[in-house]
């Protein structure tokens, strides 16, 4: 096997797919892509319905934070993808890329060229949407978007109750015009099957285009403070360095990322001494701003005879699934819901709300004994900033991760509000048709006091971590907006840790896109460049 390639891209997950993919378009560029884990092709990862069987298996980095300071010191799960397709062979499919005010957020704050105007050609280049063909949507890109097949009533009606008991709109794109109102969510599926960034991008083989699974990247290689390998160890513990000559691009998503670069000696200079780790380049946000949208699930019984997904592991659920890719099992769970500001005020929504004809409570950890229903409240504007840090110079340690989740009181007071939403819709009269009891937070959690305690004791994340190695200046960022990393040339990052900020939304397509963009930059460095480097014969190590 070479060990010297044109490109080497980290991480074979929603960024880092893409990017490889468009790299390898180029058929005289040979391109390497390594990934951690090893394949997606299993039946919990294809079956839609399936994501969480994924969590603490071997599919599954199993991240858990630090003691969070704001939720009563609580360690939070904190699932990742560790196959190909990344989290996007975990994920719960919803396609969604945020508000445009998000983006037009980052430019303003000095993101130049990442305005919505400037992002949207590469959603819409990115994307096969198999129902809505207008200006926002791609009909001939790689990653095929579609509806859930068999919705079901319950999470139906639920879009009826809250465009009632809030008064809001239904939408039928929340890609479109407007992100605002309630209606079915689109997903990134093909027939009833998961449609991860692998499938999206690395069906096609090519010759230039190597993939290398089970292979975990211990760090990056600096010659002259120039990026200019790897060294890796495969699952035997064999250890080799293997050369780029123009470009490494990271691409481990938002934990692993920022861990890496603290291995490669990239990162707050006082920290990676005292972790052993000798600084060559001191950027100090590396790991820092790490956002996330917390989330709380409000649970039902369901009434009237309905079940939902309850029966799902019924054999006959299952041959529907295996022999017509149709049924309960293509479900995405959250099939419906929507996005809505708690304050008419605001500039754009601040919640999505996520209907589950299931219940759906600790990340699916725990069972309800008869039929529910789940109305989930992810906060997607929040304000307080985490951050990741390597705990030992020892590559194959996770990180430390805090989330500082809720942090401020503003941020408190909006989930509470989240919370008399949720319960206003399962209050309104097309929901009192399929929901029973309030299983959580229960009857007895009613003043606004009592609400927050019991956000405290119970919010989770919605699985969106992002900004640990966001663009901003060499003082706050860590990349520049051509996705370069400050102070070390052929080094580029193309995952979920750039966003400067986290959208108002899930952040596959996002990430997806950053991909894409990240192979355009490469490209048009390339067809600028004065006369082209050599390859790279030798490594220097550090
Ligand atoms: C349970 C769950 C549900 C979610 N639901 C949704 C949803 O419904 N809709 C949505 O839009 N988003 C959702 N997300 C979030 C979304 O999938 C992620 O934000 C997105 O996939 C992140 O892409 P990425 O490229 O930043 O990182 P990842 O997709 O995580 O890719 C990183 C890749 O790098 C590999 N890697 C890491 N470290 C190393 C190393 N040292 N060496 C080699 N390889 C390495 C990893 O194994 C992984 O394959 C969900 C995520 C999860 C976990």
Known sequence: MSRNYDYIVIGA??????????????????????????????LEVKAPLAFAKQFHSKLDWDYWSEPEPHLNGRRIFSPRGKMLGGCSSMNAMIYIRGNRLDYDTWAANGADGWSYNDVLPYFVRAERNEHIHDQFHGKTGPLNVTRVRDVDPVSVALVDAAADAL????????????????????????????FSAREAYLRARRRNLTIRTNTLVHKILLDNGRATGVEVADDKGNVERITASREVILAAGAFNTPALLQHSGIGPAEHLRSVGVEPIVDLPAVGEHLMEH???????????????LFDAEDPRHLKNWLLHRRGKLAS???????????DSALAAPNFQILFAPAFFYNHGAMAWDTPAATIAMS?????????????????????????????????????????????????SA??????????????????????????????????????????????????????????VPN????????????????????????????????????????VKAGRVSEVGAR
């Open 13 to 42: 997950g929603s960024g880092g797919c893409a990017v490889a993919a468009r790299l390898s378009e180029d058929r005289s560029a040979r391109v390497l892509l390594i990934e951690a884990g090893g394949s997606n092709r299993k």
């Open 167 to 194: 008064n809001i709109p239904e939408n039928n794109d929340f890609n479109g015009a407007s992100q605002d109102g309630v209606g079915q969510f689109q997903v990134t599926q093909r027939r009833g099957i998961r």
């Open 430 to 487: 097309p929901a009192r048709g399929v929901l029973g009891a309030e299983i959580t937070p229960g009857a007895a959690v009613q003043s606004r006091a009592d609400i927050a305690a019991w956000i405290r004791s119970t919010v989770q994340h919605t699985y969106h971590p992002s900004c640990t190695a966001r663009i901003g200046s060499p003082t706050d960022g860590v990349v520049d907006p051509q996705l370069r990393v400050h102070g």
């Open 491 to 530: 080094l580029r990052i193309a995952d979920a840790s750039v966003m400067p900020t986290i959208i108002r939304g899930n952040t596959n397509a996002t990430a997806i896109m950053i991909g894409e963009r990240c192979a355009d930059f490469v490209r048009a460095d390339l067809a600028t460049a004065p």
């Open 379 to 427: 906060y997607i504007a929040p304000s307080s900033r985490g951050r990741v840090r390597i705990r030992t110079s020892d590559p194959t340690r996770k990180p430390a991760v805090t989330y500082n989740m809720l942090g401020r009181d503003s941020e408190m007071e909006e989930m509470i509000d989240a919370v008399e939403l949720a319960r206003r819709i399962a209050a």
């Open 294 to 308: 917390p989330l709380v699930y409000l649970t039902y019984e369901l009434s009237n005879g309905h079940v939902g």
């Open 332 to 342: 995405n769970v959250a099939e419906t819901g929507g996005h809505i500001r708690s």
